[in-house]
C-alpha cells in the first residue's frame, strides 16, 4: 500500500509546475534537516573533514544547503520519470560533451570499433597466485595488485566526479578524494 502511495505522489510530482516541486523539495530538505539529526550530524562531520577552513557557521549552511539539494533532487524524479516527454526536454538541458556522448550512443547501436592492443611493458607483473586477479590485472595494464586497486578506486571516484553538479560540495569533495587517488596511483 505504502508503495502505491509513493508512486501516486511521484504521479502527481510529475504533473507540478517547476517550481512548486522545488518549494516541496526545500520544505523537505528543512524538514529532514530538522528531524534527521543523525544524518545532519554526518554531513556536518563530513564536511568539516572536507573541508577544514570553514567556519561552524559556514558548515551548518553548507549541510542545510545539502539536505535541501538531496531533496529536491529526490523530489525531481517525479517529472524526470512521470512528467510529459516535452516537459523533461524542456527542463533538462545537456552540458559538457555533449557532441562525444551522442558519438558513443551512436557508436553503440553500429559495429564495435576494435579494441587497441595494450602498450607492451618491459617490467615484470607482480602475480597474487589468485588465477582470476591475475588476469584482471593483466588485462587492465597494471604491474600489481596495488596498482590494480589504485586504478580502479580513481576510475570509480572519477566517474562518481563527473556525475556531481559543477560547482556543487559533493563534486568538490569528489575532486579532492580523485587527486588522492590519482597520485595513489602514481606511486603504486
Aim: hydrophobic content about 50%; proline content about 6%; overall charge positive.
Amino acid at each position: 500500500m505504502l508503495s502505491r502511495l509513493g508512486i501516486a505522489m511521484m504521479l502527481l510530482l510529475g504533473r507540478l509546475p517547476l517550481a512548486w516541486v522545488r518549494a516541496l523539495g526545500c520544505g523537505l530538505g528543512w524538514m529532514l534537516y530538522v528531524l534527521a539529526i543523525p544524518r545532519r550530524r554526518v554531513a556536518q562531520t563530513n564536511l568539516h573533514l572536507c573541508f577544514p577552513d570553514r567556519s561552524a557557521t559556514q558548515i551548518r549552511a553548507l549541510t542545510l544547503g545539502t539536505f535541501v539539494h538531496f531533496a529536491q533532487a529526490w523530489l525531481d524524479r517525479g517529472w524526470l520519470w512521470h512528467g510529459a516527454p516535452e516537459v523533461v526536454r524542456r527542463r533538462l538541458t545537456l552540458t559538457g560533451a555533449v557532441a562525444e556522448l551522442q558519438g558513443q550512443l551512436a557508436a553503440k547501436n553500429s559495429t564495435p570499433a576494435p579494441a587497441a592492443a595494450p602498450a607492451l611493458d618491459p617490467r615484470p607483473v607482480e602475480l597474487t597466485g589468485n588465477g582470476a586477479t591475475d588476469k584482471a590485472i593483466q588485462a587492465s595494464g597494471c604491474r600489481s595488485l596495488a596498482q590494480y586497486k589504485a586504478k580502479a578506486k580513481r576510475d570509480q571516484l572519477f566517474a562518481a566526479a563527473v556525475n556531481m553538479p559543477p560547482g556543487s560540495i559533493a563534486r568538490a569533495c569528489a575532486e579532492s578524494n580523485l587527486a588522492v587517488a590519482q597520485r595513489e596511483l602514481a606511486n603504486a
